[in-house]
């Protein structure tokens, strides 16, 4: 269960390197034993702010709070904090155990056995069995602990690479694309055994991703991120449901993303018709960008529908059909599970609610690769 303490707050962080702005004004709290993802595409300033997080990078401006202390001028290892790389950089001269337990022979007695006055050596050396074992319990590889570590798979290795993380007892673990290097099946089953020790051991996770399924996947709160500023917060349902622009609508799932203009309240008007909506709130005029989900157009017969159009290309994806369909100059993308073949007349069709206005994004930047069409709106 998340608590609704804040762990760690990141106030009006900004870093530069150079001329490029990486982190421009961040501000984002995250709370005790939550799963964080941040998500974004490359070069968006996703693990810069996980090193600002653990210290190996130090923000121009602004301020990080760790359990209300500022965390600004505290190095790596005095943070209650550990990270897992994508690569692993285990010690390849030592066996399982041994890179398990590395960190846990650098600690005082008094720190492994805080109810003893003064612990034999047999004393120590059990406790850290007894640690390292359960780690290595919970990755699922302790029948692996005498293995040399070059003869492990990757996913073995990776899964070594955060027990030796965890058996520390960190408060907070960073996680930086750990699963990058696994192939897909591994990748998803490593998923859920990561969320699923998250929620056992009940450490804070932030982990960063660009893979937007992984982040659903795993994550009570995704941050999504480009050039450098957060672009929305909120559940993977929310965030899919009701992305606040056209760049989060495309990054999270599939979109069709056309320029629109709000005639009034409820009202929008794009492909050369008025749609009704049931967003309110914008300028009578105002110029927006209009998403619809390729699962919410729904094809009827040509008769019937708001739109009509031509199939002009089908591809099978497992569970649903995706077509391309254009109608009123625009190439539409539709998922359905009633196939018609490419050539054949449809009519197309959305409910009031699943037609999402946004407002236009005030950094021209931030529409690099956001596939908008052109429609008739406003002409
Ligand atoms: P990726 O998924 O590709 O790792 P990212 O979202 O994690 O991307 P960052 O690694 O935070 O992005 O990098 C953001 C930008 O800052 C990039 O343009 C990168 O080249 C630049 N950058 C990162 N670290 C440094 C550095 N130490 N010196 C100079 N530029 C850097």
Same mark, same amino acid.
């Given at each position: ?12 962080? #900004? ?7 990486? @982190?421009?004004?961040?501000? @984002? ?9 941040? %998500? ?32 600004? #001028? ?52 059990? &406790? ?14 302790? /029948? ?28 907070? @673990? ?19 055994? @990561? ?29 999504? %991120?480009? /050039? ?30 056309? &320029? ?65 369909? &254009?109608? =009123? ?36 930047? =931030? ?7 052109? #429609?008739?709106?406003?002409?």
């Amino acid at each position: 269960m998340i608590d609704d303490t804040r762990l760690i707050e990141l106030i009006n962080i #900004s870093k530069s390197f150079g001329d490029t702005h990486v @982190l421009k004004n961040i501000n @984002l709290y995250i709370r005790r034993k939550e799963f964080v993802t941040l %998500l974004g595409p490359s070069g968006c300033g996703k693990t810069t702010m996980l090193r600002i997080i653990g210290g190996f990078e130090s923000a121009d401006e602004g301020q990080l709070i760790f359990d209300g202390k500022d965390l600004s #001028s505290v190095p790596p290892y005095k943070r209650r904090v550990n990270t897992v790389f994508q690569k692993y950089a285990l010690f390849t001269h030592m066996n399982v155990f041994d890179n398990v337990a590395f960190g846990l022979k650098l600690k005082k007695p008094e720190e492994l056995l805080p109810g003893e006055k003064k612990p034999t050596r047999r004393q120590i050396k059990e &406790e850290i069995k007894r640690r390292v074992m359960r780690m290595l319990k919970l990755v699922k590889m302790d /029948a692996y602990a005498k293995r040399g570590v070059d003869q492990l798979s990757g996913g073995q290795q990776q899964r070594i690479a955060i027990a030796r993380a965890l058996v520390n007892e960190p408060e907070v @673990l960073l996680l930086d694309e750990p699963l990058g290097a696994l192939d897909l099946k591994l990748r998803r089953e490593m998923q859920l055994e @990561l969320k699923s020790m998250q929620q056992q051991l009940g450490i804070t996770f932030i982990y960063v991703t660009h893979d937007q399924e992984e982040a659903l996947t795993m994550s009570d709160t995704i941050v999504v %991120l480009n /050039a450098g500023e957060i672009q929305q917060i909120g559940d993977g349902k929310s965030i899919y449901d009701e992305p606040n622009n056209a760049f989060v609508a495309n990054f999270i799932g599939d979109s069709n993303i056309l &320029e629109a203009v709000m005639v009034k309240d409820y009202e929008v008007f794009a492909a050369g018709r008025s749609f009704e909506c049931v967003d309110e709130g914008f300028a009578e005029n105002e110029p927006v960008d209009m998403v619809v989900r390729p699962e919410d157009i729904m094809l009827v017969g040509e008769d019937v529908g708001m739109l009509t159009g031509e199939v002009k290309s089908v591809l099978f994806k497992g569970v649903h059909y995706e077509m391309f369909v &254009e109608a =009123a100059g625009i190439r539409w993308k539709v998922h359905s599970t009633t196939m018609y073949p490419v050539g054949s007349r449809v009519g197309l069709t959305v409910v009031p609610s699943n037609i999402h206005i946004m407002h236009k994004m005030a950094d021209e930047d =931030a529409y690099v690769g956001v596939p908008i069409q052109k #429609s008739e709106a406003g002409q």
